[in-house]
Structures are given as C-alpha cells and as structure tokens.
C-alpha cells in the first residue's frame, strides 16, 4: 500500500527525472546562445576601438575631464562605472586591472575598490553561467586524469580552491571565471570565493590608481608613457603571494587530516 509520502516522494522522483532528462535533451544550439552573445560582445569591443580608451595613456591623457565629470556626476558616474566593469569581465575584455586602477584613481581607493569587487563579482558570474551552460557537462565528462582530479579537489572544497585562486592571480582573471564552470561548482560558492578573494588585490590596485597622478608625472618626465609596470612593485607582488599562502592553510589542513583518517 502506498502512503501519501510515499506518493509524494515518488512524485518528486519523477519530476526530478523529466527535468533532467528535459536538460539531457536541450538543442545544442541554445546551450551556445549565451557563449555567441559574449564571443559577438568582444569582438564589437575590439572593432568600436574600446582597447585604446582602456589605457594607462588613455587615462592620462583624459585625468582631469575624467575627474571633473565625476565630481559633477557622482551617483550616475559611480553607477556608470559598476556597469562597464561588469560588462568588460562578463564579455571577457582584458581590461580588468586597468579598471581597477582606474576606480582608485576616479573614486579613491576605498569606493573604487568596493564598487569594482561588486562589479567584477556581478561580471565574472555571467561569464561563470554562460561557460556552464554551453560546456560545462560536456568538458566535465570528458575530462583527463588532472582535470578530474582538480574537480575532486572543488567537489570537497570548493570555496576554499577558488578563494586561494581568487587571492593570488597565478591565472589570468579572464581564465580563473571560466575554468570553475567545468567543476560542477555552485553559483553561491563562486559569488562568495570570487567576491572575497579579489578584495585585497582590488583594494591594492585601487590605492595604486589614487596616487597615479605622480607616477603619470613622474612618466612625462621622462618622456615616455606610463605602464601597469611602474606600479606594480616586487613588495605588492610578494604580499599576495604571502596571503595566497596563509589562504591556503587551512585547506592543506583539511586535506592531510583526510589522508591521515584514511591510512
């Protein structure tokens, strides 16, 4: 005889059946809509010419019409910004640190850094789902030994795999928001890992960009144009390879107690 929970379990069962198989049997063509918009989206990037304005040069040449429409602006500029950072991650522009410095040096270190977390967390996300939907069952079924391996490794610790990979940008930012796709990683975790992890290189790349002005001076002097180089010195470098490591302590914890219950 079946009862009602029974009945209800089985219900559930069911659906849950029909919505996979619903998945199982979605037209490829509508898993690669959301891969064709962001691949259509860079590349009307590069033919507007976005790469000359997303400069170093760019920004000094610009400084001082930049500022003043900001502090005429100051909402609809900080909204602006929020806007265009999300859409350059999400569509896979390389501009990101540009952008970032560009905040500091806009919005000062402290909101430029805020408002650049919230939107390459909001970006990275899009770019994150798009890479899921299109590729992310099948990479995942076809994966060698090392990248199964790595999806273990996510499976049992997703947050703190991405957060230490979010710390220190060993990878490009463009890679490191579409290669979690292919690790069956939930969007929460990834928000959560993304969002936190960038903070402190956000916040550092921000303060450089609010003292830009003596470094674009500085360049002029010397007759040449000023470069992501001059700012970033061996002691930033140092200091987020140093918090990548104390991030990935606890983790190396977890694992070697594991090894340590199985033997």
Known sequence: MTTPSTSSRMDQAMTGNHET??????????????????????????????????????LAEQRDTLRSFVADHRIGSALGFVALYALAVAF???????????????????LGGVLTAIAATTGASAIFLAARSAFGD???????????????????????????????????????????????????????????????GTFAYAWLGQGLDSVIVSAAEAGREVSIADLVTPQITIAFAGLAIVAAIPTIIRKFRARKNEA
Do not use: C, E, H
């Open 21 to 58: 198989d619903r998945a199982a049997t979605k037209p490829v063509w509508k898993k690669l809509v959301p891969i064709a918009i962001v691949a259509a989206g860079l590349g009307a990037g590069y033919a507007a010419g976005l790469q000359d304005y997303l400069s170093l040069a760019a």
């Open 92 to 110: 896979s522009f390389p501009a990101a640190s540009i952008l970032t410095i560009f905040s500091g040096f806009l919005f000062g270190w402290l």
């Open 138 to 200: 099948v990479l995942r079924k076809r994966a060698g030994p090392f990248a199964a391996k790595m999806a273990d490794g996510f499976a049992q610790d997703a947050f703190g795999y991405l957060f230490v990979l979010r710390l220190a940008p060993v990878f490009p930012f463009f890679i490191m928001n579409i290669a979690p796709a292919f690790f069956d990683i939930k969007l929460r975790t990834y928000v959560a890992a993304t969002f936190l992890g960038i903070l402190p």
